[in-house]
């Protein structure tokens, strides 16, 4: 049974360029979440997809945008890159439901995005 | 508004001794609270989790981890560590799906 999965592992990107992350949930799982995580922080909350719509959002700015697909995995977009957005981006996959993991993320590795 | 505070940035324990790392937290209700752990360059991996029931929460890798209402505190704690255990520990809090993290505690574990 595959985890979560995150594509690409690395990623190096230009000031003002868009970057898009990808994301498999592990299998049996409906609601996807993504987190930034800068170095030497704990990981902040973007926004979570469920059904393909965004069901909740931390406090980041427009410029980051998200998509859930029908087969659950979901995509991370963000336009005009700052070097501040440099960090480690981790996807969390959950399941919704009666299951009695409800509650519980479970995360990928992660995309380490570098901003230059 | 919801927080996490681990207290302790860096903790250094000799292997064999004990373990016990501070977490409080921030909210209006108990929330559901877990520990997790993450080694280098990599994704976190749930070591335990609270949500309702017996307050004192049994975990993998030998950790365990008491809730403590009165002092809105979930410290997790191990009786002899290892030096596998060197890795950084977060402390999240959930309450509505959303999760919230402390900033973390790095381990070190001397030999």
């Known amino acids: 049974d595959a985890g979560v999965t995150q594509s690409p592992t690395h990623l190096i990107k230009t000031r003002g360029q868009q970057v898009t992350l990808r994301c498999s949930p592990k299998?049996?799982?409906?609601?996807v979440s993504w987190y930034q995580q800068a170095l030497g922080q704990g990981p902040q909350f973007i926004f979570q997809?469920?059904?393909?719509?965004?069901?909740q959002r931390g406090n980041f700015p427009d410029r980051f945008s998200g998509h859930q697909f029908p087969n659950y995995s979901s995509e991370l977009n963000v336009n005009a890159l700052l070097l501040g957005d440099s960090a480690l981006y981790l996807c969390?996959?959950?399941?919704?439901?009666?299951?009695?993991?409800?509650?519980?993320?479970?995360f990928g590795a992660g995309t380490r995005l570098s901003v230059l | 508004a919801q927080s996490v505070t681990q207290p302790d940035i860096h903790i250094t324990v000799s292997e064999g001794a004990s373990l016990e790392l501070r977490c409080n937290y921030s909210?209006?209700?108990?929330?559901?609270l877990f520990w997790y752990v993450q080694s280098p360059g990599q994704g976190l991996q749930l070591l335990l989790k609270?949500?309702?029931?017996?307050?004192l929460v049994q975990g993998i890798k030998g950790f365990e981890a008491e809730f403590k209402r009165s002092q809105s505190s979930f410290n997790l704690r191990k009786p002899s560590v290892h030096w596998s255990d060197a890795a950084e520990y977060f402390c999240?809090?959930?309450?509505?799906?959303?999760?919230?993290f402390g900033s973390g505690t790095k381990l070190n574990v001397k030999p």
């Open positions: 909210y209006g209700a108990t929330p559901y």
């Open positions: 609270y949500f309702s029931g017996d307050t």
């Open positions: 969390a996959s959950s399941a919704s439901g009666g299951r009695s993991d409800k509650n519980i993320q479970y």
């Open positions: 999240a809090v959930t309450p509505l799906n959303k999760f919230y």
């Open positions: 299998s049996g799982h409906d609601t």
């Open positions: 997809y469920y059904e393909e719509e965004e069901r």
